[in-house]
């Protein structure tokens, strides 16, 4: 009894000590990617902007880990707190919230399913948000989820880890510019059809990453249900391939004893009971030169291989000649172009995919841990080290490798565990700064600021709602597909209606997201913000004026409601000169509202 | 502020009015003493002939089959089972079903000799509508989002770009130029209707202005500038006589049934009412209920059901601009990503092929009733003057009277044209 006691003890300490210790890691972290900044600034003689207030940080940490702006009362809250380590504290709790693991797992979703090649794709939407919303909640590292993603197979309305291979149909040159690009932040898929221009990348080493994949087969699990697939590995037993290689290793042969009249051809009569019956219309369709409705001996050797199906399962990949694209084009065997020196021949499918995941996520592979690093990094901060997120690599420029190289050796040791990364960033004091405008210039120094960003759609939609007051319906609606027609793959709920209009694919550069009309129509004239911007009825506006008879007290309220701060004092000055123009509380409280909800403030990071 | 920041900014800000364009030019010369009275002259007229020119590219998503379209090679193995017919223009023949088309042949131009690298969907995409391969460090603006900058009027009160479906934007010229997307032809889009009376509206505009300024201060400067002019440009379209542009209801039932009834062909006649009103480049993709051209399977049945649509959209679109007078300032642009293999594939249908494609052009000043370019018999290869995408945008660009070779400076500070090389293909000015 005291033996066990003892050990449970120790246990718990253990747990403890690594605890603490990893919390520790975080911090030491942090000042290391702080230290490394704040350098490169002081050489090149940049003051840095300062720690942004609680109210700017809290809004901020709230949207980038659990996808919404803080209440009214958490700002207020928040502000009176005189815990020094309160900023950690409400680090730790957001990344224990559940909206952590939703809002990331929409962010993944968009990285992963906005490039899909087909609208079919929506199939897993459901499936994969409910296995990442979980794999996060459990902080899944990132090499598992990795290794997950690449090693599925099932019904992708089953098991969303298929999202990646049936996002592209299984195409293995999709896919294999899709794992790099996602994994690796390398975009190494324009070497699919040339050496990259300015990379070190060849069109071989391309391929050689899409021959880890030609046998992921995409299928129908059932032929006459359109909504019905599974990724599967490819059967050797079916190979095509081999049946016809064997076939042609044989064709003497098989001609002499199917033959029988020996004329030198073989009619769909003598076809019958040879292995040819089954494929003889086929060959007659693409072999029969002279079309005389027979197959000589000749003609039967030269007919053109068959055409590579992507995504339906080969045997081989083949690297397609660009001077004769109707041909097969070359073998191509797979080989991992980072870290392998060696061809490995012959493996099934699982075995290649597996080997690649290993070989992806291994510690030898620095872009694996470099990828993610940038891209949460780029995501938090605003502006990456690499930029665009997605482009990173050897040959690209990196703002500041000190700071990155800090992050991801820690984030590598810390065996890829997403929420040390999250802490590590938001506990950086480059974070934590204000926000400045973005400075476009190659030459200068990156990071002195905190940039504004945009709200990503799902950000945007769990703030509105909050805001307004709206409890999200927890129907969402029939499953995709189900719904005939052109719209069967359409919007089913609120929140998918709103991200047709506001989500954008999040490894878009901020630069380019400039916002568009129908955004702005939307949140000017929709019905449904409409229909919560007014005064009367049962809104949180008619609320707060019936509850703030004083008008300086409705204008916090309001600013704290919708912008998560309080107003500065020309803000109150020109609210409350408003107020008095139109001398009619309620409607000039609705125009205020309006007014607050259409700012760039609401819809950015700040 | 840098001279990379500075030009952001400028870029990003509304544009110069041409008026002050010339004013400006026409200061600093005079000063420099560089610029005679007839230079100015010239140079107004320049800027004239630009004046009210359009351009509605009609996008063949999944890239159509050239040998079921405009070069139908019947009684070849390559052809199949396609049928050609005959057009208004004797000697040129084009594929069956395209009626309507064939009836306008003499004012439309046909390209068999386009010719490309690119044969994946999105990169094509891409580079069909920029005039650049895709790569990660820059986003290239689309080619009509380029020519809407030099075209567009700043005072017009609908968006410069509107395209039917989905395209590519505008990327670093701005939102000024970015498309405004139409998802449902034919009726008021989403959201334009006002919700409170225009007076209070514009009230709410004006605090909504004034209270930017705080954001404005504490860095979000450049976010509040792109705010403030998309706000503008949108208020500025739900406010206008001109949205109705996009209803078509009160068109005769006639001319809706000339242009089919499809949404393509609806995006087709909003297309036409679009450019009546002012709008510079409008795009129109094909949706159709046959899904779009990539026929890797069925490409017989599927290209049937599909040039059902496009045929009357297209042809009545050619016919319908000439009828009111547009179409010596309107270039009507037809094409897809790349064109498909000669041989036909096991499930009847036809693969990707860049190699030769096809492209129909009209309007603008190009010659009609002329086919440029030939292939080969089978149509694997092109015989005769061979035309890239550039050398096509470059065409586009003449008939426009917009400098092809003008550059646009990206946020990078990298100067970037218009289009990047390529020659306009002669022979289509007559």
Wanted: glycine letters at 8%; one cysteine or more; proline letters at 5%.
């Amino acid at each position: 009894m005291k033996i066990r006691q003892a050990v449970w003890s120790c246990l718990l300490g253990l747990c403890f000590i690594s605890h603490a210790r990893a919390e520790d890691s975080a911090a030491r972290v942090a000042g290391q990617v702080d230290q490394a900044i704040l350098k490169e600034l002081k050489a090149a003689k940049i003051e840095p902007a300062k720690l942004a207030n609680d109210e700017d940080f809290l809004r901020r940490v709230s949207i980038d880990l659990a996808g919404a702006v803080p209440t009214a009362r958490e700002v207020t809250l928040f502000g009176l707190n005189t815990d020094p380590a309160k900023r950690t504290k409400v680090i730790d709790q957001l990344l224990a919230s559940d909206e952590y693991a939703a809002n990331w797992a929409r962010y993944w979703r968009d990285v992963i399913l906005l490039r899909a090649t087909n609208m079919r794709a929506r199939l897993v939407n459901d499936p994969f948000l409910d296995w990442m919303t979980d794999a996060l909640k459990q902080n899944r590292h990132w090499d598992k989820i990795a290794t997950d993603l690449l090693t599925a197979t099932g019904d992708v309305r089953e098991n969303g880890k298929t999202a990646l291979f049936f996002a592209h149909e299984g195409d293995a040159n999709e896919v294999a510019g899709e794992v790099s690009r996602i994994f690796m932040g390398i975009q190494i898929q324009c070497a699919n059809c040339h050496n990259h221009p300015w990379d070190r990348w060849k069109r071989e080493q391309f391929h050689e990453i899409a021959a880890f994949f030609p046998r992921v087969t995409v299928r129908r699990t059932d032929p006459n249900n359109l909504g019905q697939w599974e990724v599967v590995s490819f059967d050797a037993r079916t190979d095509r391939t081999n049946v016809r290689a064997n076939i042609m290793a044989n064709a003497d042969g098989i001609f002499r004893f199917a033959d029988r009249n020996r004329d030198g051809k073989l009619s769909k009569d003598e076809a019958e009971n040879t292995p040819l019956s089954r494929l003889f219309d086929r060959i007659l369709e693409n072999g029969d030169k002279n079309k005389d409705g027979m197959i000589s001996v000749a003609e039967f050797k030269e007919m053109p291989p068959p055409p590579e199906q992507p995504g339906r399962g080969n045997a081989e990949h083949f690297m397609p000649d660009l001077n004769n694209p109707a041909s097969q084009g070359t073998k191509i065997n797979p080989k991992f172009f980072l870290t392998s020196t060696h061809t490995v021949r012959d493996l099934d499918d699982m075995d290649r995919r597996e080997w690649f995941a290993e070989e992806l996520t291994s510690a030898k592979n620095e872009w694996f841990s470099k990828a993610i690093v940038n891209r949460i990094w780029g995501e938090l901060t605003g502006q990456g080290f690499y930029m665009p997120i997605d482009d990173i690599g050897p040959d690209r420029k990196c703002s500041n490798p000190d700071a990155l190289e800090s992050l991801a050796k820690g984030f590598t040791e810390h065996g890829y565990d997403l929420k040390w990364l999250f802490r590590t960033i938001a506990l950086t004091q480059t974070y934590q700064r204000q926000v400045q405008a973005r400075v476009l210039s190659e030459d200068t120094p990156a990071f002195a600021s905190a940039t504004p960003t945009r709200l990503r759609g799902d950000q945007l939609y769990g703030s509105l709602i909050k805001v307004l007051g709206i409890t999200e319906p927890a129907n969402q609606g029939p499953r995709f597909g189900q719904a005939a027609g052109a719209n069967r793959f359409g919007p089913r709920n609120p929140r998918e209606a709103f991200n047709a209009v506001f989500g954008f694919d999040p490894s878009t550069p901020q630069d380019d997201i400039t916002g568009n009309v129908p955004q702005a129509l939307f949140l000017m004239n929709s019905p449904q913000v409409a229909s919560q911007v007014r005064a009367e009825g049962n809104t949180r506006l008619a609320d707060l004026l019936k509850k703030y008879s004083d008008d300086n007290d409705a204008f916090n309220e309001l600013y704290l409601m919708v912008l998560a701060r309080e107003p500065s004092a020309k803000e109150l000055e020109i609210c409350r000169s408003y107020v008095k123009q139109i001398n009619n509380r309620r409607e000039a409280f609705e125009d205020l509202m309006w007014s607050l909800l259409n700012s760039s403030e609401f819809l950015s990071k700040r | 502020m840098t001279i990379a920041q500075h030009d952001h900014v400028q870029l990003l800000g509304s544009s110069v009015s041409r008026r002050s364009f010339l004013y400006q030019v026409a200061a600093t010369a005079c000063a420099a003493g560089t610029l005679s009275l007839r230079d100015l002259v010239t140079l107004e007229a320049a800027e004239l002939k630009k004046q009210g020119k359009h351009l509605v590219v009609l996008w063949m998503a999944g890239g159509p089959s050239q040998f079921e379209c405009f070069d139908p090679k019947t009684g070849t193995d390559s052809g199949g089972e396609t049928k050609s017919i005959k057009t208004s223009v004797s000697g040129i023949q084009i594929a069956e079903g395209w009626d309507v088309t064939a009836k306008t042949m003499q004012d439309i131009a046909l390209i068999r000799s386009m010719t490309n690298k690119e044969g994946s969907h999105p990169r094509a995409t891409y580079q069909l509508h920029t005039g650049y391969a895709p790569t990660g460090s820059v986003k290239h603006p689309a080619f009509g989002c380029s020519l809407a900058k030099e075209l567009a009027n700043p005072d017009f009160d609908l968006p410069a770009v509107v395209s039917v479906g989905p395209t590519q934007g505008s990327a670093f010229l701005g939102v000024n130029f970015e498309p405004f997307v139409v998802d449902q032809p034919g009726s008021l889009p989403q959201n334009t209707r006002v919700v409170t009376d225009t007076d209070r509206y514009r009230r709410r505009l004006g605090v909504l202005n004034q209270l930017e300024d705080e954001f404005a201060s504490r860095g979000g400067q450049q976010v509040v500038e792109n705010h403030r002019q998309l706000y503008a440009k949108t208020a500025k379209m739900v406010t206008s006589s001109n949205l109705k542009a996009f209803q078509i209801d009160d068109e005769p039932q006639a001319l809706k049934d000339r242009y089919g009834n499809s949404d393509f062909g609806r995006g087709c006649m909003l297309a036409r009412r679009l450019v009546e009103t002012g709008v510079t480049f409008v795009e129109v993709s094909m949706r159709g209920r046959m899904g779009n051209w990539d026929t890797h399977q069925d490409n017989f049945d599927r290209t049937r059901g599909l040039v059902a649509d496009v045929d009357p959209g297209f042809g009545t679109l050619v016919s319908d601009l000439k009828d009111r007078g547009l179409l010596e300032k309107t270039v009507v642009l037809w094409i897809g990503e790349f064109g498909r293999t000669p041989k036909i594939n096991p499930r009847g249908g036809r693969d990707h092929y860049p190699r030769v494609f096809n492209a129909a052009i009209a309007g603008g000043g190009i010659k009609g009733g002329q086919v440029i370019g030939a292939s080969s018999k089978d149509g694997s290869d092109i015989v005769d003057n061979p035309v890239t995408p550039n050398d096509l945008f470059c065409t586009v660009c003449q008939a426009l009277s917009v400098d092809a070779a003008k550059e646009n400076m990206s946020p990078l500070g990298r100067p970037m044209k218009i289009v990047d090389g390529g020659t306009p293909v002669k022979k289509l000015f007559g």
